[in-house]
């Protein structure tokens, strides 16, 4: 099992930015990838970024050049580092968990993140 605790997310004005944070604990895989995905109202979640335990990363189109995904692995912690937000990122964030050789996936519980116009 492995469990992954959220934090960082909030209310900002539209062109500003936040930081969100995600460390996981419990049977963490040698090899991994973490990463954020996002759901709005209505809408299906979709993933946002991720990151390899040797570094590689994914963005979505969306927010490619505005946000940044980096982990510190001896933290077992994943960081998105949001600038340059605009309302049609807001969403609940979810930081994910998968290990690589099993597949087996896990989920935080979640964090609002509110960018208003």
């Known amino acids: 099992q492995v469990q992954l605790v959220e934090s960082g997310g909030g209310l900002v004005q539209a062109g500003g930015f936040l930081r969100l944070s995600c460390a996981a604990s419990g049977s963490i895989a040698s090899i991994n990838t973490m990463g954020w995905y996002r759901q709005a109202p209505g809408k299906q979640r979709e993933l946002v970024a991720s990151i390899f335990t040797g570094g590689s990363r994914n963005y979505a189109d969306s927010v490619k050049g505005r946000f940044t995904i980096s982990r510190d692995n001896a933290k077992n912690t994943v960081y998105l580092q949001m600038n340059s937000l605009k309302p049609e990122d807001t969403a609940v964030y979810y930081c994910?968990?998968?290990?690589?050789?099993?597949?087996?996936?896990?989920w935080g519980q979640g964090t609002q993140v509110t960018v208003s116009s």
């Open positions: 994910n968990y998968r290990d690589w050789v099993t597949t087996n996936a896990y």
